[in-house]
């Protein structure tokens, strides 16, 4: 069965130092795996997302997440961060079940916190 | 037009009470989802229409009740609700709903609060 661990629920961090937000998952077929990010009182925005080719894919935000399949991760990094990029942020992986139905499993969640 | 609209953005009700959500968006998506948020925690699976068919129904209570009339319209009709009911709810849609590859794109939400 697929499965998704945020293994941080908060990372606080002070403007312009890197970041990582790790993401690590489960899954016994193709993975395709996505990062998604939710502003106060908004809905969810795709930050980026693996499907297939090149392992490093980046967000036009400066966001970047690498899929390591031997250690079934998928974190994701900023170099610099900063203020507006205070949100949570979901590691989802996208799992098909019996019967032909497709869903996201989210994680739970990791709250960045960009202090000044 | 790249958006998913929610109405209304805020909600509160009783227990007796028979209120509507709405959801529409005009990307020619055929798919079309209804998630559950509590606060600090995931979005939660309730209902996928995929071409204007109940396509999956993640064993939601029957006080909830989607409806989906047009290939851009998503309703969810609540009744007798509970106070543990109350969350945000978010809809989101995205091209065919049978692609585990497919973006979703979500909606603002309606925070539901059940008195």
């Known amino acids: 069965a697929q499965s998704v661990t945020q293994l941080d629920s908060q990372v606080p961090v002070f403007e312009e130092a890197p970041v990582e937000l790790r993401c690590n998952y489960s899954?016994?077929?193709?993975?395709?795996l996505f990062w998604y990010v939710q502003y106060p009182n908004q809905g969810l925005q795709l930050l980026l997302k693996?499907?297939?080719?090149?392992?490093l894919v980046e967000s036009i935000n400066g966001f970047e997440a690498e899929f390591n399949k031997s250690q079934t991760s998928f974190h994701l990094r900023k170099p610099s961060v900063h203020i507006s990029d205070t949100a949570e942020y979901f590691c989802?992986?996208?799992?098909?079940?019996?019967?032909?139905?497709?869903?996201?499993?989210f994680g739970a969640g990791t709250r960045l916190a960009v202090h000044p | 037009d790249t958006e998913v609209t929610q109405t209304p953005k805020h909600l509160v009700m009783g227990m007796t009470n028979k209120k509507s959500l709405k959801c529409e968006q005009h990307?020619?998506?055929?798919?079309m989802y209804w998630y559950k948020q509590k606060a600090k925690k995931p979005p939660e699976l309730m209902f996928v229409?995929?071409?204007?068919?109940?396509?999956i129904n993640e064993s939601v209570p029957s006080r909830f009740s989607p409806e989906c009339p047009n290939s851009s319209l998503l309703n969810l009709h609540l009744h007798a609700l509970q106070p543990e009911d109350s969350a945000l709810y978010l809809c989101?849609?995205?091209?065919?709903?049978?692609?585990?590859?497919?973006?979703?794109?979500f909606g603002s939400g309606t925070q539901l609060s059940v008195l």
């Open positions: 989101a849609s995205s091209t065919t709903g049978t692609a585990t590859n497919e973006k979703l794109f």
């Open positions: 899954s016994s077929v193709s993975v395709y």
């Open positions: 693996y499907l297939s080719g090149s392992t």
């Open positions: 989802a992986v996208g799992a098909m079940f019996s019967g032909g139905y497709n869903k996201l499993i």
């Open positions: 990307m020619g998506h055929r798919a």
């Open positions: 229409y995929s071409y204007e068919k109940l396509s």
